[in-house]
């Protein structure tokens, strides 16, 4: 995937996630991006504290496209995936995640909240453990300060 279209398909999870937030929902994105690098398949908004963007996203797309098909297309999410989402994706054999902000960059942000107790657990860390590959992109410095946005006064009103 190239730099261009990183950056382009992380702004339009960005703007899925704004549009969790407007529905009462915590404020992540994410898209499954075909094979092309271009085409956008699906896209979902975090749902709640068990469904997450993407877990739901990798759950709809194994049901959806054959395994050999997913291994060439591209999870791309607002915020690095937690360890539940990480596992989800390997399992829904998708070869690629991007993700434009670290778990680190979150927890500075949310702290402690209850509502995202976050885990210190990369996701090159758990796809480390895995049998197959995983390409793994992200986090985009240059696009964190956007990521960050929509979550900016979100928790404190929560």
């Known amino acids: ?6 950056t382009r398909h992380l702004r339009r999870a960005n703007e899925v ?36 963007a993407e877990s739901t996203l ?13 291994a060439r297309c591209t999870l791309v999410t607002t915020f690095e995936p937690c360890a539940m989402c990480t596992g989800t994706l390997y399992w829904a054999n998708i070869g690629r995640v ?25 996701c090159r860390e758990v796809l480390a453990r895995g049998q197959k590959a995983v390409e793994v992109i992200g986090p985009v410095p240059s696009l964190e300060a956007e990521m ?3 979550h900016r006064g979100f928790w404190s009103l929560r």
């Open 1 to 6: 995937m190239s730099p261009d279209q990183v």
């Open 17 to 52: 996630a704004r549009r969790a937030a407007r529905m009462g929902r915590h404020p992540f994105g994410a898209l499954l991006v075909a094979p092309d690098g271009e085409t956008v398949l699906a896209e979902q908004g975090n749902i709640d504290t068990v469904n997450h």
């Open 58 to 70: 990798a759950r709809t797309a194994a049901g959806n496209w054959p395994g050999e098909y997913l």
């Open 98 to 122: 991007v993700y434009g902000a670290s778990e680190e960059a979150l927890l500075a942000l949310t702290g402690s909240h209850e509502e995202n107790p976050t885990l210190s657990l990369p």
């Open 148 to 150: 960050l946005e929509p």
